[in-house]
DNA sequence: TTGTACGCGTTATCAG
DNA sequence: CTGATAACGCGTACAA
């Protein structure tokens, strides 16, 4: 294993030298960190996690608490993972996965949270940083700006000739469930169009039952909460004999891997997930760097499918 | 942070004591071991893992490598990835997830690989062990017994009074698939039964289209290789009017997550993604601790679902 | 059976 | 601007 002391060698200075090239280069002169990076290539040097963690007395490990039931765990955890995992390795930190409410601080430096419910916040104030996905008033979170993305569909719809917008929303009192139904109602309200908004449980059967009950006129959109609700809408429209897109329009939320499993494939207002991981590691570090961070709202964007114009 | 060093101060001994009931202890006599325990428990103590890093000359780090298109991501690698974090922590290491070839050795003792292809295997001679989710002759795996899942479910279709069963198969030269495909054939000539076997690309849509084309007649049965190409086979049935589950039987594989979102749900072969974690662990601890292993087979279970009877 | 000395790779501190 | 020294937490080798 090549160490600080084989570059310090080559390069003919003292191990500390080779260290402030990496960590501190304002402190060493142009001509030395020059002869030291060469070096480092040379030798194809890379930094030893361990002996950092031991000298700053960090782990260079952060938790992510994924605090859904496993057995619902949604596919597009697998991409948010990933992309953390990228947006964490360019700082040194490794990622560890972890599915349990303990928090334990053990070999960590901070938490990464995902669906904690409102219930989970107060076990949320630790004494290292945590950022959560998800909005969670009083605490660092990042979130899809869930309101503007139904907003968008609502207007879309609209905008397509749809006379008549509903939304079927989720039945459960979470602030993205509010947050995706009032994007509906205020853009409703905006263009003076009547409010027809439905609450149901996140599956497929609850939102085939509901829109074969209620047999909607051609002409119709419909707006979802995810994308799973949008699934059931497009199998009860097509039973209905409704075509896509011109009878119904549908659009779901997530847009992450369901969206592409339906037929006719699913317009949905996709979460950037490469942009919120990103988003996620840098008021991490901030926090870690001792500063004081805001929470943020990402702009969601609408993704085409056939289940619309 | 609590230390060696202050446990050892409590339980009046010297910090090497306190390392060896930890790492040793059949060195140490049983009251010290006691007065060590009780000082461990008072103070919270837990190991450092870059202190035992450092010292080890190990990373206590295992990189994961998914090396399919992040695109095309399943679902059941959120799944895979959460039980491969918990097997490691009981060994107390980390899992760092990645998703490029680079193979890179960088503050990693091992590596996992999931999605591996043929064109993948010269680069998984590495200096350091490797175990890979999916068969690889020469390489040290861990898969399901695909023969035995299909030849599972080709057998609960001929049992439960199918007079035809065919078999809906993968268009690729894998190992996978190739077994998969090996267990119905099998199946079928132990009972003396004719063959019908075709191989698409895995999606929704290809399936659908074929069984169209076919028209099977009530009483048929569908073996598939995956999840997905049986929620197309089970849409185009509907479409041709054949009830589920006496007119026609499907039998889906995989059995993370796609099964449950179908209508009627899926009968599925399901892989056990736990037991499959634990043992990827399991050979990739022992590689470290310089034994010599073997690729090991892990049975699917068959989980009755709607699609079949 | 227990303790002492040292080294693992890195960085902060202080001296030059 | 650069170098020497000590320290981080732990485990091996050796001594007692």
């Given at each position: 294993?090549?160490?600080?002391n084989?570059?310090?060698?080559?390069a003919?200075v003292?191990?500390?030298?080779?260290?402030?090239?990496?960590?501190?280069?304002?402190?060493?002169?142009?001509?030395?960190?020059?002869?030291?990076?060469?070096?480092?290539?040379e030798?194809?040097?890379?930094?030893?996690?361990?002996?950092r963690?031991?000298?700053?007395?960090?782990?260079?490990?952060?938790?992510?608490?994924?605090?859904?039931?496993?057995?619902e765990?949604?596919?597009?955890?697998?991409?948010?993972?990933?992309h953390?995992?990228?947006?964490?390795?360019?700082?040194?930190?490794?990622?560890?996965?972890?599915h349990?409410?303990?928090?334990?601080?053990?070999?960590?430096?901070?938490?990464l949270?995902?669906?904690?419910?409102?219930?989970?916040?107060e076990?949320?104030?630790?004494?290292?940083?945590?950022?959560?996905?998800?909005?969670?008033?009083?605490?660092?979170?990042?979130?899809?700006?869930?309101?503007?993305?139904?907003?968008?569909?609502?207007?879309?719809?609209?905008?397509?000739?749809?006379?008549?917008?509903?939304?079927?929303?989720?039945?459960?009192?979470?602030?993205?469930?509010?947050?995706?139904?009032?994007?509906?109602?205020?853009?409703?309200?905006?263009?003076?169009?009547?409010?027809?908004?439905?609450?149901?449980?996140?599956?497929?059967?609850?939102?085939?039952e509901?829109?074969t009950?209620?047999?909607?006129?051609?002409?119709?959109?419909?707006?979802?909460?995810?994308?799973?609700l949008?699934l059931?809408a497009?199998?009860?429209?097509?039973?209905?004999?409704?075509?896509?897109?011109?009878?119904?329009?549908?659009?779901?939320?997530?847009?992450i891997?369901?969206?592409?499993?339906?037929?006719?494939?699913?317009?949905?207002?996709?979460?950037?997930?490469?942009?919120?991981?990103?988003?996620?590691?840098?008021?991490?570090?901030?926090?870690?760097?001792?500063?004081?961070?805001?929470?943020?709202?990402?702009?969601?964007?609408?993704?085409?499918?056939?289940?619309t114009?």
């Amino acid at each position: 294993m090549v160490s600080l002391n084989d570059v310090a060698k080559t390069a003919h200075v003292s191990k500390m030298t080779v260290s402030r090239v990496l960590n501190h280069p304002e402190l060493v002169s142009l001509e030395i960190q020059e002869d030291v990076q060469q070096a480092i290539l040379e030798l194809g040097y890379v930094q030893n996690r361990a002996g950092r963690a031991l000298a700053n007395k960090r782990h260079y490990n952060i938790a992510f608490v994924l605090l859904d039931d496993i057995a619902e765990i949604e596919p597009y955890y697998a991409h948010l993972l990933i992309h953390l995992t990228d947006a964490l390795r360019h700082h040194g930190y490794t990622l560890e996965v972890r599915h349990d409410r303990e928090f334990d601080l053990t070999n960590v430096d901070a938490f990464l949270v995902s669906g904690a419910r409102r219930s989970d916040i107060e076990a949320l104030h630790l004494p290292v940083p945590v950022v959560i996905y998800g909005m969670e008033p009083g605490l660092i979170s990042v979130d899809s700006d869930n309101a503007v993305g139904t907003a968008m569909a609502t207007e879309y719809l609209i905008n397509h000739g749809f006379e008549h917008v509903m939304y079927l929303g989720l039945a459960i009192n979470e602030p993205f469930a509010l947050n995706r139904e009032t994007g509906y109602r205020q853009t409703m309200l905006k263009y003076g169009l009547p409010i027809e908004a439905y609450e149901l449980p996140n599956n497929e059967c609850a939102a085939t039952e509901l829109i074969t009950l209620i047999n909607p006129a051609p002409g119709t959109g419909i707006v979802t909460a995810t994308d799973r609700l949008a699934l059931g809408a497009i199998r009860a429209s097509q039973a209905l004999g409704l075509s896509f897109p011109n009878e119904i329009g549908i659009i779901g939320f997530d847009g992450i891997y369901i969206h592409k499993l339906s037929s006719p494939t699913l317009t949905t207002i996709q979460q950037p997930l490469g942009v919120i991981a990103n988003t996620m590691v840098k008021l991490l570090m901030a926090q870690l760097n001792g500063e004081t961070v805001a929470s943020e709202l990402i702009t969601p964007t609408l993704v085409i499918g056939n289940s619309t114009p």
